[in-house]
């Protein structure tokens, strides 16, 4: 589970957003911070059990200002990602912990431009095959069943509005998003009920792997 000491200093220091607070509660914060890290390593063990993670990455505290029009100096969650090994291996898991706002994710967050245009080029010739995957029940009650994320307002360049799968290509991304609550991630099983739901989405990532990895005919390029 995630502990409530993270989320109550979380809480503050979205009140007291920093650097004389925040050194002043440093020790506690690397405490903490020390335990989440393995709480990411624990989950990447329940991954393992069923998929092949090649690192985990647990996002710095520390907010790049330089230019943006916000100068609080740190972020007010705590993130993860854990990246998927090879080639043959496409797409990442994600997991954000902010009060109130808790969320996993799974798939391709801002993928290369030619990345992008051969998903889009995919789902030009035939998207019945990821419609199925997606539209599974268990799949659309675990992760939605659509897509979150910015879209283009019309279709891509080259890409026929009218086509009958444009609100498939107009996505900038491919990825889902799956919320928490306070009390859910406090929960005893919370990293198992995670750990499921990303077993659930491997499907699509296998799926959007052959895309990848692979030329319009089909033929590998790996």
Known sequence: MIHNELL??????EKNNNRPWFEDHKEQFLKLDNC???????????????DVIEKSKTYRIYRD?????D???????????????GVDRRGSYYM?????????????????????LRVRKELDIDAQELRN???????????????????LKTAPRNFDKTHPDIDLIRFKSYHFLKSFTDQEIQSP?????????????RPFLDYMTDVLTTDLNGESLI
Do not use: C, Y
């Not at 989440?36 to 069923?50: A, E, G, P, R, T």
């Not at 200002?65 to 029009?69: A, D, L």
């Not at 808790?102 to 993928?111: Q, S």
């Open 8 to 13: 109550t200093f979380l809480t503050k220091l």
């Open 36 to 50: 989440f890290k393995n709480q990411v390593n624990d989950i990447m063990s329940l991954l393992n059990q069923h």
């Open 65 to 69: 200002i330089r230019f943006s029009k």
């Open 71 to 85: 100068k609080t100096p740190f972020k007010v969650h705590r993130s993860a990602n854990w990246m998927r090994s």
């Open 96 to 116: 954000r912990i902010k009060p109130g706002h808790h969320l996993i994710g799974v798939g391709f967050f801002g993928p290369e431009k030619e990345d992008l």
């Open 133 to 151: 995957i997606i539209q599974k029940p268990e799949f659309s009650k675990t992760w939605g069943g659509t897509f979150q994320g910015e879209q």
């Open 189 to 201: 099983d919370f990293f198992n009920e995670v750990n499921k739901a990303f077993k659930v989405a």
